[in-house]
């Protein structure tokens, strides 16, 4: 029912220079896939098979790692390393990819905003790459989609985090439905220490409904001068419905180095369980 995601990359990934001087930060990899590829499988299990990229300046290593590399398959056709290409060749046959660019950098309501003409007028996932998440039983997007089908109206997926990482992100307040789901009733976006009407922090997993680019056209810029998805998002929630979900599983920021490593040091504990790859093998063959 829900067959588009959007990728927000515009983003120059300051937090992670030098890194990300001539390389995108979705491109960094956590053991030998790129972020990116992780959040784009994470859509393509979920049934958003649509990527629709707001991209910018200086991202073009994303177009190209989601297209065939004819001198590269030629070089390796026949050897053992062709399974290492096996991931990346069945998301490339399986999803279409679309590209928009985002001309000016005025915050993430503004580059969904900027996706409007590759998504049209139906519900949509969205996903910041830089939050690497594994769900438990199913990715986080697929738990989210499932929910969409029951409420029919925006899903933001949030955390609980410690009091003084608040102004890291959105935070919510809601009426508790379950331990797991609130119907929202506030959100701030990025509050300073002792403003956060919770520690449910907003994370880079969001389903959309399409009323948003309305509401998004009349956001004026909010906190940090920058249009917020949080400030359309509160506006959805007071004019009908908006759920924030607890998911199940975990994420990690890996926009920031020690969220980064942790994603690593995961993933590497994932590889020697059997349940990761890494260039087409799994820890166990060792
Ligand atoms: C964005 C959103 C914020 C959300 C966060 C999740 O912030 O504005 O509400 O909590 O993503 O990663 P950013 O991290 O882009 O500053």
Redesign the pocket.
């Known amino acids: 029912m829900i067959k588009k995601c959007l990728f927000p990359v515009a983003?120059y990934g300051t937090r992670f220079l030098p890194a990300t001087k001539a390389m995108p930060k979705e491109i960094l990899p956590v053991l030998d896939k790129p972020l990116v590829q992780y959040g784009v499988e994470e859509a393509m299990q979920a049934g958003l098979t649509d990527i629709a990229f707001v991209t910018g300046r200086g991202k073009r290593a994303i177009e190209d790692h989601f297209d065939v590399s004819y001198e590269l398959e030629h070089q390796i056709q026949g050897t053992g390393k062709e399974k290492m290409l096996e991931g990346i060749r069945e998301v490339i046959n399986t999803c279409t990819f679309s590209y928009t660019r985002q001309i000016q950098m005025r915050?993430?309501?503004h580059a969904i905003l900027t996706g409007r003409t590759v998504i049209g007028d139906e519900p949509f996932g969205v996903v910041?790459a830089?939050?690497l998440c594994f769900g438990e039983g199913s990715g986080v997007l697929d738990q989210m989609v499932k929910l969409f089908k029951q409420f029919r109206c925006s899903i933001v997926a949030v955390e609980e985090v410690p009091e003084d990482e608040t102004h890291?992100?959105?935070?919510i307040a809601g009426e508790a439905l379950s331990d797991s789901l609130f119907r929202v009733t506030d959100m701030v976006?990025?509050p300073a220490p002792g403003d956060a009407p919770s520690n449910l922090?907003?994370?880079?997993r969001y389903i959309l409904t399409p009323d948003i680019f309305e509401v998004l056209e009349h956001t004026a810029p909010g906190?940090n001068g920058?249009i917020?998805?949080?400030d359309a998002l509160l506006q959805q929630a007071q004019d009908g419905c908006v759920i924030a979900y607890k998911f199940k599983g975990q994420r990690f920021?890996c926009?920031s180095v020690q969220g980064y490593v942790e994603a690593t040091n995961f993933c590497f504990q994932r590889y020697l369980a059997g349940e990761q790859q890494i260039g087409g093998q799994s820890g166990l063959a060792n």
Request: glycine fraction near 24%; charged fraction near 35%.
């Open positions: 983003g915050g993430l309501g910041l830089d939050d890291k992100y959105g935070v976006e990025k922090a907003i994370i880079g906190k920058e917020q998805i949080t920021d926009g």
